[in-house]
């Protein structure tokens, strides 16, 4: 007979993932991941991690207060912090049962499946969960962004407007 006990019991502890990303700088479109991780998990940790591919145009310092300054500070479900080495380590030591990320076009699809692969067979206990990325959000992307922002152009209503602001200073002439 199968018993569904031990499923009962998982679903009073809380329920916790990580949404790691690059973050130079949040848009409007990982926001909007987060907002839905929400509605799944009690609790979502968004976390800056390094990609080594990339040279980031904000600090590590500079993004994670550009998250925190996206939430209230009685939000207590959203916690924002910096991860250094692997991401699975991390996500295990903080008890998420998930890696949650954003996919916004086929393009994705193929970086998404090795990441998600690599960190499965680095930990097992730890799923990744896709969210697809809201139709309205997914043509962009931090670099799309920074590049506009970069030659002037009007990015309100792309990323909250206190990055608004923070990318007007960053590329002041
Ligand atoms: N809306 C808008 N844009 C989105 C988006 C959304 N919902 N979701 C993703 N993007 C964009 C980002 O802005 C980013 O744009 P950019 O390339 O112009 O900067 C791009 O999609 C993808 O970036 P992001 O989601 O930040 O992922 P990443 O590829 O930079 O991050 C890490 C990869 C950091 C998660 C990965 O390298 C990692 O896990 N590092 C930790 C070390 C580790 O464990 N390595 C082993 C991995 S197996």
């Known amino acids: 007979m199968i018993t569904y006990e031990p499923f009962l019991a998982e679903k009073t502890a809380d329920r916790v993932a990580v949404y790691p990303g690059t973050f130079d700088p949040i848009t409007m ?3 909007d991941i ?7 998990f009690d609790r979502v940790v968004v976390a800056v991690a390094k990609n080594p591919t ?17 939430f209230p500070a009685d939000e207590t479900r959203v916690e924002v912090n ?11 030591r903080r008890g998420a049962k998930a ?10 699809f193929e970086f998404e499946f090795q990441l998600a692969l690599m960190n499965r067979r680095l930990e097992r206990e730890v ?8 139709f309205r959000w ?12 970069r030659h002037g152009g009007d990015v ?4 909250p407007d206190h990055v608004c602001e923070r990318l007007r200073e960053k590329f002041m002439r």
């Open 99 to 108: 890696i949650v990320r954003g996919m916004r076009a086929v393009s994705d």
């Open 29 to 31: 479109g990982h926001l």
């Open 82 to 92: 910096s991860v250094d080495g692997l991401l699975v380590d991390y996500a295990y």
């Open 138 to 149: 997914i043509y962009i992307s931090s670099s799309i962004i920074k590049d506009v922002a």
């Open 54 to 70: 990339k040279t980031p145009t904000f600090s590590v310092e500079e993004r994670l207060q550009m998250i925190r300054d996206c």
């Open 156 to 159: 309100s209503g792309l990323v």
């Open 34 to 40: 987060i907002q839905r991780a929400l509605h799944l």
């Open 127 to 134: 799923e990744t969960v896709f969210l697809m990325t809201a």
